[in-house]
Nanobody, 125 residues
Framework: QVQLVESGGGLVQAGGSLRLSCAAS?????????MGWFRQAPGKEREFVAA????????SYADSVKGRFTISRDNAKNTMYLQMNSLKPEDTAVYYC?????????????????WGQGTQVTVSS
């Protein structure tokens, strides 16, 4: 059983930056798994933010974050990251990391089988 733990959320002013981390522990199979970030704002459905292939060689981003967010991973540390720059109030949400037991990226939440508890990101205007 894998455990995913997000960290790095917080309160930031518009235009600021945050770096989220997702640490995997347990029976991780981290190296052989694509990973993703999703977010959910109050009253809204969970939405795709970014995903990264098992090797880190392929990434995918939602149009709303493209050019501002960067996803990366360190397989030696079983950790994935999301660097968020130029944050906007509409980025406010709970951010979740997720693991997919495939090598390639996917954008649908149903494609992922393990989830963290989430970390709150609040961007003030």
């Amino acid at each position: 059983q894998v455990q995913l733990v997000e960290s790095g959320g917080g309160l930031v002013q518009a235009g600021g930056s945050l770096r989220l981390s997702c640490a995997a522990s347990g029976r991780t199979f981290f190296t052989n798994a694509a990973m993703g970030w999703f977010r959910q704002a109050p009253g809204k459905e969970r939405e795709f933010v970014a995903a990264i292939s098992w090797s880190g060689g392929v990434t995918s981003y939602a149009d709303s974050v493209k050019g501002r967010f960067t996803i990366s991973r360190d397989n030696a540390k079983n950790t994935m990251y999301l660097q968020m720059n130029s944050l906007k109030p509409e980025d406010t949400a709970v951010y979740y990391c997720a693991r997919r037991l495939h090598l390639t990226v996917a954008v649908g939440p149903d494609e992922y089988n393990s989830w963290g508890q989430g970390t709150q990101v609040t961007v003030s205007s």
